[in-house]
């Protein structure tokens, strides 16, 4: 079975700073997808960046970068020029590249709740 | 976009009632969709996959007739908690898909629950 790690409970970085949130994952798979999903106070989910696991070069959305090792099986997300409005829990997730019902859930790490200081 | 839709928004129930959450895909059809339930900062715990026309399927340990979940259209997929009891009371998320692409999945807004 797939799983996801966030060894980071939480982190906290300075406005206008870069800070790096870890994931590693386990899965025997090839193809897959990594995600990573901000959920600020409010509860609602929302995807900050995705990565097909096929594609070697990482994935940027302004923002926010993705370091993406498949062999080391590490998907550690950048954020740069950090923001107030970044501040909220990020959760890493994996999902099967299988297509069809419960083989696409979305496993979920942790959690790495990360607070942004003026 | 892609836009899910779930009602309503917070509940109180008193025990032994039971409560229904609806989740609508408003601008997409979405032939699976994901039922979680999450505790005070913690994870996201998958609870059940919700297909179209079909049973869903539960992850283990969540009681299937204290969650009954039905997906009787491709826009809407219901969790309805019977006999509901204190220990129900969480935060409950849908999520769903387009379809067999990439881009992750649409969650709901979520639905906090309050036994009493």
């Known amino acids: 079975a797939q799983t996801v790690t966030q060894s980071q409970p939480e982190m906290s970085v300075q406005e206008a700073e870069t800070v790096t949130l870890s994931c590693t994952y386990d899965t025997s798979e090839s193809d897959y997808y990594l995600f990573w999903y901000k959920q600020p106070p409010s509860r609602q989910m929302i995807l900050v960046i995705r990565?097909?696991?096929?594609?070697?070069q990482n994935a940027t959305e302004n923002r926010f970068s993705v370091n993406f090792q498949k062999a080391a099986k590490s998907f550690s997300l950048k954020i740069s020029d950090s923001q107030l409005g970044d501040a909220a829990m990020y959760f890493c997730?994996?999902?099967?590249?299988?297509?069809?019902?419960?083989?696409?859930?979305?496993?979920f790490g942790t959690g790495t709740l990360l607070a942004v200081q003026p | 976009g892609a836009v899910v839709s779930q009602h309503p928004s917070w509940v109180i129930c008193k025990s032994g009632t039971s409560v229904k959450i609806e989740c609508r895909s408003l601008?997409?059809?979405?032939?699976?969709m994901f039922w979680y339930r999450q505790f005070p900062k913690q994870s996201l715990m998958l609870m059940a996959t919700s297909n179209e026309g079909s049973k869903a399927t539960y992850e283990q340990g969540v009681e299937k007739d204290k969650f009954l979940i039905n997906h009787a259209s491709l826009t809407l997929s219901t969790l309805t908690v019977t006999s509901a009891h204190p220990e129900d009371s969480s935060f409950y998320i849908c999520?769903?898909?387009?379809?067999?692409?990439?881009?992750?999945?649409?969650f709901g807004s979520g639905t906090r629950l309050t036994v009493v």
């Open positions: 990565q097909e696991a096929y594609k070697q």
């Open positions: 997730a994996y999902r099967s590249a299988r297509y069809g019902g419960a083989t696409n859930k979305l496993i």
């Open positions: 601008d997409f059809q979405a032939t699976t």
């Open positions: 999520s769903a898909s387009k379809g067999p692409d990439n881009y992750g999945y649409t």
